[in-house]
């Protein structure tokens, strides 16, 4: 019988090789390409009036929020952004010339935000959210650089970002980059209303609304079709709902409850709360009632999908389930309706509803679990700038309690959620209220 014979080592070599090429070839090829790095500057006819629709277009893009620590200067930086990885620290974007952007040029700063690259060329991190800022044209990314060059320049050194080994390795983005991130401007789609496609640049660029709003995957990334179908903000431990789902989603919305809750904070439908207060007061509440609407609109033109609520693994028992109910019913009469009434309606826009909302029926019963524990206040807005608040049940209420009154909200007046559990209370009173 004769053997066949396989070239062993001449095909080891070669496995070898493309292992240790391929890596090689991927970063080369990161480093030296340069996408729209071709694009001049469009000529500008009113510097004042350009500096100006710079300021509006960095509060679209919410970049003070992250460039400023609470009590500190706008845009010095230093704020902390923790992530699975490690903590990143936000550096300071004023025009002083040694620790600031003070000697980027306008094609430096275009650089950054359409291909996520640092004045010396190195790879930023994406918690810099450039993966939608990419989205942002050329004349409004020269709008924004101009805005900041005016901005008083202050001297903050660089923090050093604490990430674990191996993601304190800047070149390994380049890894990340070629499976993750794809440089391109906004598109207009022509079958499209101009507003349809003013709204579709501000969610999927400036605004960044998929950072959040959408699930990451063990690097770190969103989906490239940048979908808007929900997901858990990791460290943060807050969900964000899919904006494009069933139950969840915004089909149910009319325009005018998702403007008001965008502009102001509150509406008809519900209130902002956690990152998303932040969002409102910091970004939304100062755009223009045009682009709200925009967006808006957009959004709701998102295709709905229907979302699929895990089954309550928590409690399987029924008469568990029924004691559990029975509590949180009892609690609910005691607690909670003389705001959220006995229907679960609400007395909105000052008590939000909690019947078939996002803020209720997601998937995760984190947002409510926190919102009993530690309470809280939509943001002060121009449209509401005195908010009601809910008070904290935490400090006098058990996890069982706390998961009884959250299961009973969330299965009650048709809502279907799942029940949840002591144990699921527990983990998010251990999350360090911010
Ligand atoms: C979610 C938080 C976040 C937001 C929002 C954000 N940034 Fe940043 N930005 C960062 C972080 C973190 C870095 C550091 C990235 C790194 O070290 O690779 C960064 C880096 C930068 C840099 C590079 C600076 C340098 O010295 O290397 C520029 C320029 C910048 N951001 C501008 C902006 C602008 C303009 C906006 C708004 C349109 C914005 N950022 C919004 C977090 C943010
Ligand atoms: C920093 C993270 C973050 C960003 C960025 C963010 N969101 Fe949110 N958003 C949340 C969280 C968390 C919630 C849930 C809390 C709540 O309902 O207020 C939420 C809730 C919402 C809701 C209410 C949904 C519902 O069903 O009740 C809407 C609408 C919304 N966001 C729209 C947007 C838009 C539009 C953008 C982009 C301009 C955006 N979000 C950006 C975190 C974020
Ligand atoms: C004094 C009035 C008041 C009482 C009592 C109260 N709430 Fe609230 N609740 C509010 C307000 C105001 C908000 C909006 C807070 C925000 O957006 O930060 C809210 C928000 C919520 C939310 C998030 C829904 C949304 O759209 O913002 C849930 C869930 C909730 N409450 C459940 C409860 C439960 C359960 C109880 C009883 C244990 C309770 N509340 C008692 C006033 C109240």
Not at 92 to 106: L, Y
Not at 207 to 222: E, I, L, S, V, W
Request: glycine share 10%; proline share 10%.
């Amino acid at each position: 019988m004769s053997r066949l014979r396989i070239p062993v080592r001449p095909l080891l070599w070669w496995l070898l090789a493309t292992l240790l090429l391929t890596p090689l070839v991927v970063l080369v090829w990161q480093l030296v390409t340069d996408p729209g790095g071709d694009q001049p500057s469009p000529p500008v006819a009113d510097a004042s009036e350009q500096r100006k629709r710079g300021q509006y277009l960095a509060r679209a893009g919410n970049c003070m929020a992250c460039h400023t620590v609470r009590g500190g200067a706008d845009y010095a930086g230093g704020r902390g952004i923790p992530t699975p990885f490690g903590e990143l620290f936000s550096p300071n974007i004023t025009p002083d010339a040694e620790t600031g952007i003070g000697r980027w040029s306008a094609d430096d700063f275009w650089r950054a935000m359409h291909n996520g690259r640092g004045r010396n060329g190195e790879f930023l991190y994406p918690a810099f959210p450039y993966p939608n800022y990419t989205r942002v044209t050329r004349a409004d990314s020269d709008a924004i650089h101009a805005w900041l060059r005016t901005v008083p320049a202050v001297h903050s050194p660089r923090k050093e970002h604490t990430l674990r080994f191996p993601y304190n390795q800047r070149w390994l983005l380049a890894g990340w980059r070629a499976l993750y991130f794809r440089p391109g401007v906004y598109q207009p789609d022509p079958a499209r209303a101009p507003d349809w496609n003013r709204g579709a640049y501000l969610v999927q660029g400036l605004g960044h609304c998929n950072a959040c709003h959408a699930t990451r995957n063990q690097f770190g990334a969103t989906k490239l079709s940048g979908e808007l179908t929900g997901g858990l903000i990791p460290m943060l431990n807050w969900y964000a709902p899919s904006l494009a789902t069933g139950a969840e989603g915004l089909a149910q919305w009319s325009s005018r409850d998702l403007v008001a809750l965008l502009a102001t904070g509150v509406s008809d439908r519900g209130a902002v709360f956690g990152p998303m207060a932040e969002v409102v007061r910091e970004s939304l509440q100062h755009l223009s009632h045009a682009d709200i609407r925009a967006m808006a609109d957009y959004m709701k033109s998102l295709p709905q999908v229907t979302s699929v609520m895990p089954p309550a693994a928590a409690i399987a028992r029924p008469e568990q389930r029924d004691a559990t109910l029975k509590l949180g019913a009892a609690l609910y009469e005691k607690q909670c309706v003389q705001c959220h009434r006995a229907d679960g309606r609400g007395q909105p826009p000052a008590f939000p509803p909690l019947v078939a909302t996002g803020a209720v029926m997601t998937p995760s019963p984190v947002n409510a679990i926190r919102m009993v524990l530690n309470g809280g206040y939509p943001p002060s807005t121009s449209g509401n700038p005195r908010p009601y608040g809910m008070p904290p049940y935490g400090p006098f209420m058990s996890d069982a309690e706390v998961a009884a009154v959250v299961s009973y909200v969330r299965t009650s007046w048709g809502n279907k959620g799942a029940v949840v559990s002591a144990a699921e209370v527990a983990r998010a009173r251990a999350v360090p209220v911010e």
